[in-house]
């Protein structure tokens, strides 16, 4: 049976959804992730809050095929809004988000609901295709195909407004087109699937960036070095190189040919690799540091993407800026100081994430931040949020200096950085004696999540407490390591 996620894993790449249909113990080996655990999440709320669109209709709790005969009831006693029905004809199911039925029960509407701002071209038009064609053979006439996501233009006041938070696209045209070639897929999918030995050779991510790889890559592609030509920096943008390289089985960086052509940051990431020497370009590093006006303040935010706008003046995935922690160095000389900012309640953190920022920080110093572009936003915002606050942000983010660019600019290059300039990758090559490894919290999906449980949670004032304590020493290590950097720069250049 060929279900309407496999066939969007299977389009991804062919061999992870075999392997999810064959041998389940490899595909879900790993745990999931803080982030994906949260796209769950988030899909889940969004889709309970989408339903209210349609006060008549009437759920399908069961799940997977134990919800086809409740599906089958609801049909014959003529619902005409149903949530969740489940469809399974020719081997192919699919359970519908929003199914709308005519009044003489051989016609429907279609209603997928995704939690985006917007329809992605690359698996949504897809999916409610499968849905789509599934539906045509159950017998039913499908007269339109309709997309629900949210609306990035919305901005909450007051009670959330369902009709202005949701956007209902009518892609039915878009699909109708795409039906021969879906049904075609579909079939190849199922027979591929229904395969009893498990299909030789690579899987499909073999041309695609690390950062694409499926879950079960390492099971399929034993034979791909840990560290290769799949982790050059942004190779999965060039893909005619990625396939002359794979397919010429030059698979680690000795085997990248000395005359391709590749971009600056990936000839400094093989270079660096191969002759085991970093790139330290010490007068562009003085240029950058002698810019720096002290006192400095080292500072970095920790944010909630909530895709249901919680608070007025926000809008769908807009950031809550609920964390701070800030580091301020006098002199090249003095010790840092530290102070931080944590709201653990249940409102809105703006005004007393604004209050504090004036508290710490002075009017005059370099802001030293790692990849201004988040702060300048979150910055912007809280200026739109608290319009008393927009001369002291606009002063802020003027005074703001990205540490960052020193490692994107190239002037400081390890082979250890392995193409990035994450502070991750940077930090242990720097100043090797910090880690987040011993951290309960050691990244900021992680960081925003926990948030969430403390402010929308059952918790015990114990757990709260040590949940808020880890938050602290997670934000903290950012901006002490930013220090650190910048110190180890200094060091090197004076």
Known sequence: MLTKTNYIIWRDCHKNAWLKVHKPDIYFANELSAFEQSIIETGNEVELLARKLYPTGVLVEEKGQEAIAPTQKLLETGEKTIF??????????????????????????????????????KTHFHDVAFQTILLKKYGFEVETVNLIHLNP???????????????????????????????????????????????NGPCD????????????????????????????????????????????????????????????????????????????????????????????????????????????????????????????????????????????????PSQEFVNAMREHIGPTGSVIVWHKDFECGRNKELANRIPDSKSFFDNLNERIYDLEIVFKKQYYVHKDFKGSSSIKKVLPVLAPTLSYKTLNIREGGSAANSWNVIVSGELSDKEKAQIAQDLKDYCKLDTYAMYAIWHELYKLVN
């Open 84 to 121: 969740q029905p489940a469809f399974e004809i020719e081997n192919y199911f699919a359970a519908v988000d929003v199914l709308k039925i005519s009044e003489d029960g051989k016609r429907c509407d279609i209603f997928e609901i995704k939690a985006t701002n917007e329809i992605d071209k």
């Open 205 to 348: 991510c073999i041309y695609k960036g690390r950062s694409s790889h499926c879950t079960t890559f390492s099971y399929s592609n034993p034979d791909i070095p840990q560290y290769g030509i799949h982790d050059l920096a942004r190779i999965g943008l060039s893909k005619k190189k990625l396939f002359e390289l794979v397919d010429g089985n030059k698979l680690t960086l000795e085997d990248v040919p000395t005359d391709m052509e590749l971009s600056d940051t990936q000839k400094n990431q093989i270079w660096t690799y191969l002759y085991d020497k970093p790139i330290i370009s010490k007068e562009s590093i003085s240029e950058e540091l002698d810019s720096l006006i002290f006192p400095l303040y080292f500072l970095d935010y920790e944010t909630f993407p909530s895709a249901i706008p919680r608070f007025d003046n926000y809008s769908p995935y807009q950031q809550i800026p609920f964390q701070y922690s800030l580091h301020v160095l006098d002199s090249p000389e003095s010790e840092p100081k530290h102070f931080d900012f944590l709201y653990t309640s249940s409102g809105d």
């Open 153 to 199: 233009e919305y901005i909450r006041q007051g009670e959330i407004d369902l009709g202005e938070l949701f956007m209902i696209e009518d892609v039915t045209e878009i699909v109708e087109k795409m039906l021969p070639e879906v049904e075609a897929e579909m079939e190849l999918a199922l027979n591929y699937i229904s395969k009893p030995d498990e299909p």
